[in-house]
């Protein structure tokens, strides 16, 4: 079965600091993995996808990814956090024959001045 | 480019009531998808719709139907509303090519009394 874990509820970070949310998947086969962005009373926003070649992956708004096949993982990044990137974030997974998006239970991002 | 578009914004009804809801999606999108969304917890695939048939289909019961038409926009309707039928429902779409990302609309939120 197909499963996303997403382990921090909450991630709380300095603004100009890096930071990280994490992700962790389970599915057969090559994965098609997302990350989606919600803001309140929002729909879900596109940052980032890993369908094949490079690991590292770069989305908008200057975040990024990288593919790690061996942890199954695909965990978040930015270089420098904004008070802005203050949001809900979901990994999302599916495999490649079906439209079918798994999602994890999302982390709450916060950004402090 | 009008992105993906749902209606209406809000909704409440009472158990035992039917809805509807509609979406349309982004300018040169063939496919749809819903999902629902219950307070706190991440997207659940509902169904897919392409070439006006539903293609897959994830854990609801048939009280949840859905219909494409040929300007390939989407209706979701569920009949003999429950309590736990609250949530907010995203509709997402997506070009032809199977790589391709799901765009979501802003989401109706339902509330069932």
């Known amino acids: 079965a197909q499963s996303v874990a997403q382990p921090e509820d909450q991630v709380n970070v300095a603004e100009g600091n890096p930071l990280t949310v994490k992700c962790t998947y389970s599915?057969?086969?090559?994965?098609?993995l997302f990350w989606y962005v919600q803001y309140p009373n929002r729909g879900l926003q596109f940052l980032l996808k890993y369908i094949t070649g490079d690991n590292l992956v770069k989305g908008s708004y200057g975040f990024e990814a990288e593919f790690n096949k061996s942890q199954t993982s695909f965990h978040l990044k930015k270089p420098s956090a904004l008070v802005s990137d203050s949001a809900l974030y979901f990994c999302?997974?599916?495999?490649?024959?079906?439209?079918?998006?798994?999602f994890g239970t999302g982390t709450r991002l916060q950004v402090f001045p | 480019d009008a992105g993906v578009t749902q209606s209406p914004t809000h909704l409440i009804k009472t158990r035992g009531q039917q809805v509807t809801l509609r979406c349309s999606p982004k300018?040169?999108?063939?496919?749809v998808s819903w999902y629902q969304q219950a307070l706190g917890q991440g997207p659940q695939f509902i169904f897919q719709?392409?070439?006006?048939?539903?293609?897959q289909r994830g854990n609801f019961p048939d009280r949840f139907s859905g219909h494409q038409f040929p300007n390939y926009s989407s209706e979701l309707n569920v009949n003999a509303l429950l309590l736990g039928d609250s949530a907010l429902y995203l509709c997402a779409s997506r070009s032809a090519g199977l790589t391709d990302t799901q765009y979501f609309g802003p989401g109706t939120r339902l509330t069932v009394l």
């Open positions: 599915v057969s086969g090559n994965p098609y």
């Open positions: 300018s040169g999108h063939d496919t």
């Open positions: 999302a997974v599916r495999r490649y024959n079906t439209d079918k998006l798994i």
């Open positions: 719709y392409y070439e006006e048939e539903e293609r």
